[in-house]
Structures are given as structure tokens and as C-alpha cells.
């Protein structure tokens, strides 16, 4: 039951380039989230999605794209990546609809050098 | 814009003791949920309270809320040097299902 996982866990990438960051859930959970946590701002919401193919903006989404085409993945992907956008990405999953708690993955700890 | 801030923002008590940490929010919510999160890894779910609950307990865990001060409170009692770790508010806001917004966390130490 490996539950939420994601990948790679650190990455290192120069200014300009593209990245993807992997989440994988094993539970079927209809809501997907991605968040940013940096020092002093704690976690932002970037991207989040409530089923296959419905994704929506979340506070801090300039710079990254999302998609989902199975209900189980969530990649994250860093267009042109910006030293702006080092910081540790975490996904997250819920089952349902409002009232309900998210499930974190390890995270993802990201430098744009 | 933060919801949530966390006060304080770090705490050092002895095993043993109790610790409180305090969440202000600043509109309307659905819920309001607390996670911890240990040094390295992701953020674990550890309680939710809702709009319409004033307080809730969870083994060594007791939440209250006040809609009508915009506050929440976590207390952990006889805390554990297990229990160090970070510790953030998260506020579902009216019309805004299963978004979360988080605070910047409360860094708890917990010394033996």
C-alpha cells in the first residue's frame, strides 16, 4: 500500500530549463493538490484537481503547468524553471469533496541554479 | 494572502508538559484542520474541526474553535519528545471545497 508518492525527491536544474515533478496516488482519490513550502510563507497552493482532466489555479500558479489524464497521477511541470521556483513541492490527495483531509506525499525538494 | 498565522512561532517545553499553540484566520470557514510535519518530510494530518464544532479531541489532542474570534487552538498534553516537529493550521474557506489554506507553522521542541 504505497499510498502517495512522488519523484524524483531532489533535483537540481539550471535556469530556463523544463522539469516535471511525479505524483502518484494509490487510493483513487478524486482531488489532487500541489503546494510550494518555502520559509516564512509556509505551504502554497499552486495547481490543484477535482477528477481527470478538471484542473483549476490555486494561488501561486505563474510558472507551472498541470495535467491530469488518470485519475492517479499529477505531474507538475516547471516550464522554463526560475530561481524563484527553488523550494520543496508537495502533492496531496483527498477522497472527497469538502469537509475531508489531505494526504501528503514526501515532497520534492527542487533547485534552479 | 495567508488565512491562517500561528502563534507563536516556535515553542520549547519539557516532556511531559502541555503545549498550546494558537491559529487566526481571517474569513469565514467550512473547517479548520491541524497537521504536523517532522523535520524532512510530508505534512500528517492530525485533526479537523468544523465550522459548526467547538471543540474535538483526539487521544492526547484537543482543538478548539471560535468563529466568533477567528481562532483556533491545539493543545497537546503531556507532550513527548516524539511530539517535536512543526506544526500548521490549515482553513477550508466558505465556498472554496477542499481547498486548503495553510499558515506558516509553529516549530514545536520538545526536550526531554
Redesign the interface.
Known sequence: DAGITQSPRYKITETGRQVTLMCHQTWSHS?M?W?RQDL??????IY?S?AADITDK??VPDGYVVSRSKTENFPLTLESATRSQTSVY?C?S?E????????????TRLTVT | ??Q?EEDPQALSIQEGENATMNCSYKTSI??L?W?RQNS??????LI?I?SNEREKHSGRLRVTLDTSKKSSSLLITASRAADTASY?C?T?QTGT?????????TRLQVTL
Open positions: 482531488y493538490f503546494y516564512g510563507h509556509g505551504l502554497r497552493l490543484y477535482a490555486g494561488e508537495f496531496a483527498s472527497y469533496r469538502g469537509n475531508y483531509e489531505q494526504y501528503f506525499g514526501p515532497g | 494572502s495567508q491562517g467550512n473547517n484542520q497537521y524532512g518530510r510530508g505534512l500528517v494530518h479537523l468544523r500548521f490549515a477550508e471545497a477542499s481547498k486548503l489554506t495553510f499558515g506558516t507553522g
